[in-house]
């Protein structure tokens, strides 16, 4: 199954790299072009970048441009003032190790104000070439790989896939703890606890992840609920990992992003003071949507201070995040004011109205998204459908690969099944992602429906 | 296991989960000289000097890191065009930006999703990028094939180099794998193979004879590790840091046959490839040297050689460019290095755009030609003078030995430390390196890194300095340490 698995891997994206390449070559298809929702990539979706931010990158990678009337005059000053903060005046010297300082600082600030003006300290930030390469480098400090029993560290299911591979790369084991799809995907306490005992002589688990708002399940938790999680991670010792990518994209109805820094914070003692938390973001995802640049941002709270130095070290190795990415954090975290000409162009990322659609197709299911920028459906299959979809499956994949497999083929779009995120066993998902602009999010449904009921007629 | 928990009439005393004892004790062991301890007495001075307090100079001049546009360098006026017009493509409009710097924009644009270069490429990074990597490999190695498929872009050449370590390295106890790498050497080795809790290979450059390379002192290395573990890489730095030695064609095909005969995988750290000035001397790339050697080397010997966008003539350490080209990999290893790339997502996708430049600069016939070659030459001669300069200088100095610069950004002299001075170090718990460079950072503001930081023979001890500051300015930070190293001995005779 592994194997089967492993071949999987890959393959999919090779397919749709190929079927690009045949459109481009003119091969006639039932599509015109490939959807391509497989990633959260917003650009690549067809989102189109802010316009201030790119005229600002623009005069920094090319300082003449500063005295072109071209461009506008916040523009302008604001690319003076990045490279001002440049070594030698040049977006192309290293920066310190952590990042740039006066960008470091800019993301204390935009934390402090995020959080109800609860300081942020600069000398706990680090800037990395996104955000899973802090993720990679904290996990690194946390995973002692000649322990035994092995590290361990709790991963919801669904999980992002990626931080999975950097945790079980680093020759720890992952705690599976499975989110609650009949309550929206809530995170339960009782599970987290069944998950905690499941590892006895098995692992040694050190760290809890979590990621809020959710990927691939569009969650966005309660502040009761991240609540919970800090008391249990203080009760039970465990290191906080809180991936909150995906901040920025809240659009649920009574639903709000609270910071685990802020509600740890609010806690106040014995929490506040002792839980050990690691914070993570990125400038990829939100209203910037620049994955390209490789940016993100860790900030640690309450960690010690001899290991501290050691991740200093640590992050210098890596010499420093591109430094491009560091501007467009800056541009992110310390964006045009009210008033400025370019404010008027800044806007939030918000979603289609795809939970309707989705809903409204037989043997499709979702929870109403409330965040996040995927939606992960379940495929409702019989279990006749199930088997019937194994035996006509080429490599007797599962119903969901064969579905994305299917869909890619013949409807031109291209998704993710959802075994790479981990699910609960006998279920199907798929996961795509929903920040393609309107136009190309109304075909992807569209087509989505279309294929979808010929589908489920062929498989029922 | 130390529990942090006690329980004390009952209630719970909680400890921090990560500690110096909990953490990964390989981390504890990496340190990373170039931005150690000195750099970070420098930034301090540098906020000191900010705030108004008095000190005998008025700036730090950081000679400690390889960063050329730090020091002064202009960038290529080319590659940032492009890039500019691959940010914000609107400027393709403008009339004031060369037919050929739009050209070259809008076919990266093109391969980009969304025609931007803020989505993800593929974790191998962009396709006609590599095809282009793979076209500027074929014309420097003479025509020798090399295939797309076989280049990674990666976040600067290190990324490539730790992926490929990370793949290398694995076995228990005497079956650790041993990583041969040269004495002195970049410490982003050294520091990758503590954080890998592989087994370091010292082999000794001879500094008696242009920092060399000899195949003996690979032998005796090699033969002395094998009693303790499993050697299976050998790494090489050509040009080297800190060295700047070139290795002779001979000799990269001495180290092939090496390779060859004792089953170890090469990796050919080549990031200085065209910061040659020595006479006599020119890069041989081991790609080019391994099938020039015939089939029965080209076909087995598993390589990796790296490059970057960092060094050479473009300086843009910024963007992290870069990428690894490898041979004769087994193809299930292939699989698995996707699956480690995939961990970072992709490279940066402006430094992917820029090494294309790289490989695809402007040609004779093109309107960018001219300016672009003009800042090549210039760039290149002006760090082929200053070498020669510091060499020159340096041998003045009694108590300094200097080898020629033959390459590279760096110069690693020799300097003779009285007694009394390495008995001062001892006391203050400072090896006797870092206690020179303390008082040179102290007394000049001058910010060196001390020789143990990249490894030396016992009892010897060094210096790397950049050459990258402007000629002027080189010539006082030669001159004062010049003062510096007679008023050292004198206070310490």
Known sequence: ?460 | IVTQHTAVNGISHRGRVLTLDSMNPNVKRVEYAVRGPIVQRAVQIEKELKEGVKKPFTEVIKANIGDAHAMGQKPITFFRQVLALCSYPALLEDSKFPEDAKKRAQRILEACGGHSIGAYSTSQGIECIRQDVARYIEKRDGGIPSNPDNIYLSTGASDAIVTILKLLVCGEGRDRTGVMISIPQYPLYSAALADLGAVQINYYLDEDNCWSLNITELRRALNAAREHCNPRVLCIINPGNPTGQVQSRQCIEDVIRFAKEEHLFLMADEVYQDNVYAEGCQFHSFKKVLFEMGPEYSNTVEMASFHSTSKCYMGECGFRGGYMEVINLDPEVKAQLIKLVSVRLCPPVPGQALLDLVVNPPQPDEPSYATFMKERTAVLSTLAEKARLTEQIFNTVPGITCNPVQGAMYTFPGITLPQKAIDKAKELGLVPDMFYCMRLLEEDGICLVPGSGFGQREGTYHFRMTILPPTDKLKVVLQKIREFHLRFTQEFS
């Open chain 1, 1 to 460: 199954m592994w194997n089967m698995k492993q071949l999987a891997y890959g393959a999919l994206a090779r397919r749709a790299n190929q079927i690009k390449d045949e459109l481009r070559q003119g091969v006639r298809k039932p599509y015109k072009e490939v959807i391509d929702v497989f990633q959260g990539d917003l650009h690549g979706a067809g989102m189109k970048p802010l316009t201030f931010v790119r005229q600002v990158l623009a005069a920094c990678v090319y300082p003449p441009l500063i005295n072109s009337n071209n461009l506008p005059l916040d523009v302008r000053q604001r690319a003076q003032k990045e490279l001002g903060r440049c070594v030698g005046g040049s977006v192309g010297s290293y920066s310190a190790a952590a990042g740039i300082p006066e960008i470091v600082h800019s993301i204390s600030e935009f934390i402090k104000r995020r959080d109800g003006g609860i300081p942020s300290h600069p000398e706990n930030i680090y800037i990395s070439p996104g955000s899973q390469w802090s993720i990679s480098n904290i996990l690194n400090v946390l995973v002692n790989r000649e322990a035994s029993p092995r590290t361990g560290v709790l991963i919801p299911v669904p999980c992002y896939n990626i931080t999975v591979l950097s945790i079980t790369q680093l020759g720890a084991v992952t705690v599976p703890y499975y989110l609650s799809e009949e309550q929206a995907w809530a995170l339960q306490v009782e599970e987290l606890q069944r998950a905690l005992e499941s590892a006895k002589g098995v692992c040694s688990p050190v760290a809890l992840y979590v990621i809020n708002p959710g990927n691939p399940a569009g969650y966005v938790q309660s502040q009761k609920s991240v609540q919970e999680v800090i008391r249990f991670a203080w009760e039970k010792r465990l290191f906080l990992l809180v991936d909150e990518l995906y901040q920025d994209c809240v659009y649920g109805e009574n639903c709000e992003f609270v910071s685990y820094k802020r509600t740890l914070s609010e806690m106040g003692p014995p929490f506040s003071g002792t839980v050990e938390l690691a914070s993570f973001h990125s400038v990829s995802k939100g209203f910037l949507g620049e994955c390209g640049l490789r940016a993100g941002y860790v900030e640690l709270v309450n960690l010690d201070p001899a290991v501290m130095k050691h991740i200093h070290t640590i992050f210098s190795k890596d010499s420093c995040a591109p430094v491009l990415g560091q501007i467009a954090l800056d541009l992110m975290t310390d964006p045009p004011k009210p008033g400025d000409p370019s404010y008027p162009l800044y806007k939030q990322v918000g979603p289609e109205n795809c939970t309707l659609v989705i809903n409204s197709l037989p043997g499709f299911s979702c929870p109403p998204l409330e965040g996040g920028l995927f939606a992960f459906p379940r495929l409702n299959l019989t279990p006749k459908a199930v088997q019937k979809a194994k035996v006509t499956a080429e490599m007797q994949e599962d119903p969901d690969t064969f579905y994305c497999t299917r869909l890619l083929e013949e409807g031109g779009v291209f998704t993710s099944p959802g075994w790479e995120y981990g699910q609960k066993e006998g279920t199907y998902h798929i996961r795509f992602c929903i920040a393609a602009p309107q136009d190309i999010m109304e075909e992807l449904l569209r087509r989505l429906s279309s294929f979808h009921m010929t589908f489920m007629k062929d498989f029922s």
